[in-house]
């Protein structure tokens, strides 16, 4: 059985790109394993390769690529505004694989990952906190490190730096 | 679509009565989610609010390891919700770095978990070198090594420090800071400072070691094994301490992998997955050590295993003194390396080099790279994205202690308060990391 689901995670070789699960995939830097799928088969992709020995999810954070729109992307994957990335790792395997999952701006939703792997509920709302995008199934989405009542999302690149109103403007100047 | 179309309310990170809180959000907070997934969403006997009391724990309070805020549902002694509130400590670190060149990005990360900070530096040195394609000399290496093992004793030790405190063994707190100052007064010695070091940095490290580290590295292995000794007859073998650890915060494997928990917490259920073993980085496969499993996943064996990796440390440091190779302590790539100090006097084009590498930094090719390293709390990882400029396009930081207090809940459940400090302790958050 082991050999078998072993078999499943290999990319199988096609014309063009390499599919894992019926996405593009691709070996990026260093050699790491990186998985491009759309968000209709995102879960189904996460769901098989936790199948496969991908049983811990171990990061997942949000990129803004608004300053960079022309990035290299495998063929058949558009890119879009936001990526949620999402690191996997098999124990039995020693193995890593990476999603990359494109987020357009103008619907910024992307399925929760809560069912498959609950460890995601604080990082599915640092990511909410910090670029706003919505994960359709989380629990308890509420922002994790910024105030309940916090304006804009601070790791957008259009939000600037140094951009927080002055508070204490009554204060008495320094003698 | 707007947030109401997909069905998601902006809920609130404080924690709300019964009433307040429906669905799967309360179960979650019990833990149910894990434990019991036969349950439905309505879960038999519930207490109503007028039984229950929500009350804060933190802040301020000093047993949360700095600015840790648990709110809990508690009926009489008992917890029966918990809900970390954390972000009491963010400064925006990953949106800091993004404006710091590679260079000097080291002075930012050092700062996230500021009890390890080698090891932050460690990992984000070692994600800009895989995208720089960056071989590292022999020495500098093993002075890596030398610096993370050092760094896991002490960071070990301050757990068991505060740890002992939390369980009233106050004695511990003024032992385990003795312990850890020796380390820091040999980490002042290399990098100039005792915490914030900067000295790993993309290409190297900052400077070799100082005349005589042999014997100040000899002296720590020296003195630290009769430590732990005394630690054996102080903790592990009193019966108040048992008592107030065993069985208390139990947790189990595939709890554990589900919440993607790493370092001791995992081991403490007897997963053996130590990075250093499984995916050995810098030259881990080189060097003879074990990796300490516990049985049990309570509090107990996690404070086993903490105390045994310093003895695994001490073996590790002890072969890096026999194999520590002379040699270059930094890359000899011209395009990360400045030039040496005495060429800036003698040559034009060594102190344009100097003062560009300085200014400008040094470019990083495009691309985006996760690398882990096993940080006395986990799996540290950094997500570094880089457009091809001087600056990271986007460095994210995989906090250990930021995903570990995710079992918070889980642990506390059905546990009295006087456990809740203990197993706040045995995960061991810096909240500098949680927050970042």
């Given at each position: 059985?082991?050999?078998?689901?072993?078999?499943?995670?290999?990319?199988?070789?096609?014309?063009?790109?390499?599919?894992?699960?019926?996405?593009?995939?691709?070996?990026?830097?260093?050699?790491?394993?990186?998985?491009?799928?759309?968000?209709?088969?995102?879960?189904?992709?996460?769901?098989?390769?936790?199948?496969?020995?991908?049983?811990?999810?171990?990061?997942?954070?949000?990129?803004?690529?608004?300053?960079?729109?022309?990035?290299?992307?495998?063929?058949?994957?558009?890119?879009?505004?936001?990526?949620?990335?999402?690191?996997?790792?098999?124990?039995?395997?020693?193995?890593?694989?990476?999603?990359?999952?494109?987020?357009?701006?103008?619907?910024?939703?992307?399925?929760?990952?809560?069912?498959?792997?609950?460890?995601?509920?604080?990082?599915?709302?640092?990511?909410?906190?910090?670029?706003?995008?919505?994960?359709?199934?989380?629990?308890?989405?509420?922002?994790?490190?910024?105030?309940?009542?916090?304006?804009?999302?601070?790791?957008?690149?259009?939000?600037?730096?140094?951009?927080?109103?002055?508070?204490?403007?009554?204060?008495?100047?320094?003698? | 679509?707007?947030?109401?179309?997909?069905?998601?309310?902006?809920?609130?990170?404080?924690?709300?009565?019964?009433?307040?809180?429906?669905?799967?959000?309360?179960?979650?907070?019990?833990?149910?989610?894990?434990?019991?997934?036969?349950?439905?969403?309505?879960?038999?006997?519930?207490?109503?609010?007028?039984?229950?009391?929500?009350?804060?724990?933190?802040?301020?309070?000093?047993?949360?390891?700095?600015?840790?805020?648990?709110?809990?549902?508690?009926?009489?002694?008992?917890?029966?919700?918990?809900?970390?509130?954390?972000?009491?400590?963010?400064?925006?670190m990953?949106?800091?770095g993004?404006?710091?060149?590679?260079?000097?990005g080291p002075?930012n990360v050092t700062r996230m978990?500021?009890?390890?900070?080698?090891?932050n530096e460690?990992?984000f040195?070692?994600?800009?070198?895989?995208?720089?394609?960056?071989?590292?000399?022999?020495?500098?290496?093993?002075?890596?090594?030398?610096?993370?093992?050092?760094?896991?004793?002490?960071?070990?030790?301050?757990?068991?420090?505060?740890?002992?405190?939390?369980?009233?063994?106050?004695?511990?707190?003024?032992?385990?800071?003795?312990?850890?100052?020796?380390?820091?007064?040999?980490?002042?010695?290399?990098?100039?400072?005792?915490?914030?070091?900067?000295?790993?940095?993309?290409?190297?490290?900052?400077?070799?070691?100082?005349?005589?580290?042999?014997?100040?590295?000899?002296?720590?292995?020296?003195?630290?094994?009769?430590?732990?000794?005394?630690?054996?007859?102080?903790?592990?073998?009193?019966?108040?301490?048992?008592?107030?650890?065993?069985?208390?915060?139990?947790?189990?494997?595939?709890?554990?992998?589900?919440?993607?928990?790493?370092?001791?917490?995992?081991?403490?259920?007897?997963?053996?997955?130590?990075?250093?073993?499984?995916?050995?980085?810098?030259?881990?496969?080189?060097?003879?050590?074990?990796?300490?499993?516990?049985?049990?996943?309570?509090?107990?064996?996690?404070?086993?295993?903490?105390?045994?990796?310093?003895?695994?440390?001490?073996?590790?440091?002890?072969?890096?003194?026999?194999?520590?190779?002379?040699?270059?302590?930094?890359?000899?790539?011209?395009?990360?390396?400045?030039?040496?100090?005495?060429?800036?006097?003698?040559?034009?084009?060594?102190?344009?080099?100097?003062?560009?590498?300085?200014?400008?930094?040094?470019?990083?090719?495009?691309?985006?790279?996760?690398?882990?390293?096993?940080?006395?709390?986990?799996?540290?990882?950094?997500?570094?994205?880089?457009?091809?400029?001087?600056?990271?396009?986007?460095l994210?930081i995989?906090?250990?202690?930021?995903?570990?207090?995710?079992?918070?809940?889980?642990?506390?459940?059905?546990?009295?308060?006087?456990?809740?400090?203990?197993?706040?302790?045995?995960?061991?958050?810096?909240?500098?990391?949680?927050?970042?």
């Open positions: 059985m082991a050999t078998e689901a072993e078999s499943a995670a290999e990319p199988t070789e096609s014309e063009g790109e390499p599919l894992i699960h019926g996405s593009p995939s691709e070996l990026g830097r260093a050699g790491q394993l990186v998985v491009h799928p759309d968000r209709d088969s995102y879960l189904a992709v996460v769901r098989a390769l936790r199948d496969d020995g991908y049983r811990m999810c171990v990061d997942l954070c949000g990129v803004d690529y608004l300053l960079k729109p022309d990035r290299p992307l495998p063929a058949g994957v558009r890119p879009e505004r936001f990526e949620v990335v999402v690191n996997l790792l098999a124990l039995d395997g020693r193995r890593r694989a990476r999603l990359r999952l494109q987020v357009p701006v103008d619907d910024l939703t992307a399925p929760s990952l809560f069912e498959l792997h609950p460890g995601t509920e604080a990082m599915e709302r640092e990511a909410y906190d910090m670029f706003g995008i919505l994960f359709a199934g989380h629990p308890d989405l509420s922002r994790i490190l910024m105030p309940d009542d916090w304006e804009g999302h601070p790791l957008r690149k259009d939000y600037g730096i140094g951009r927080i109103p002055v508070q204490f403007k009554g204060n008495p100047r320094p003698r | 679509m707007s947030r109401t179309e997909v069905g998601l309310d902006e809920g609130r990170q404080e924690m709300q009565p019964r009433a307040g809180t429906s669905g799967i959000e309360a179960l979650r907070e019990m833990g149910a989610v894990l434990r019991i997934p036969h349950l439905s969403e309505e879960v038999e006997s519930v207490p109503t609010d007028d039984d229950t009391m929500i009350i804060n724990m933190g802040p301020q309070h000093p047993s949360t390891h700095g600015v840790l805020r648990v709110m809990m549902e508690l009926q009489g002694e008992k917890v029966l919700r918990a809900k970390p509130v954390i972000g009491y400590l963010h400064t925006g990953e949106k800091t993004e404006d710091l060149t590679y260079l000097q002075t978990d500021y009890v390890s900070p080698m090891f460690l990992v040195a070692m994600a800009v070198e895989a995208l720089l394609e960056l071989e590292m000399p022999p020495r500098a290496t093993w002075i890596r090594m030398l610096m993370c093992e050092l760094n896991r004793i002490s960071s070990q030790a301050l757990w068991l420090a505060t740890n002992g405190m939390d369980l009233g063994a106050i004695s511990m707190m003024i032992y385990g800071i003795r312990e850890r100052e020796l380390v820091l007064a040999f980490f002042e010695k290399c990098s100039g400072l005792r915490m914030n070091h900067n000295y790993i940095r993309p290409g190297g490290v900052a400077a070799d070691l100082p005349d005589g580290w042999r014997d100040d590295v000899m002296h720590i292995l020296d003195v630290m094994p009769g430590r732990l000794d005394e630690y054996d007859t102080l903790l592990t073998g009193q019966p108040i301490f048992q008592e107030r650890t065993q069985d208390v915060g139990v947790i189990t494997a595939d709890e554990c992998i589900a919440l993607g928990i790493t370092g001791p917490t995992l081991r403490s259920t007897g997963v053996e997955w130590d990075l250093r073993r499984h995916m050995p980085y810098l030259y881990y496969d080189q060097v003879d050590f074990d990796v300490i499993v516990g049985r049990y996943g309570d509090t107990f064996d996690r404070y086993a295993i903490r105390l045994n990796e310093i003895r695994e440390s001490i073996r590790i440091v002890h072969q890096i003194l026999d194999l520590m190779p002379a040699g270059d302590y930094r890359a000899q790539d011209k395009k990360v390396t400045p030039p040496p100090r005495g060429r800036i006097d003698e040559s034009m084009e060594a102190l344009i080099h100097h003062f560009k590498i300085f200014t400008e930094g040094f470019k990083v090719p495009e691309g985006e790279v996760y690398v882990a390293v096993e940080s006395p709390r986990g799996e540290l990882g950094c997500y570094l994205v880089s457009d091809g400029s001087a600056k990271p396009y986007r994210h995989r906090g250990p202690s930021f995903v570990n207090l995710q079992a918070l809940p889980h642990m506390m459940r059905n546990g009295l308060i006087a456990d809740a400090v203990a197993i706040i302790s045995t995960l061991d958050p810096v909240m500098g990391e949680v927050d970042r």
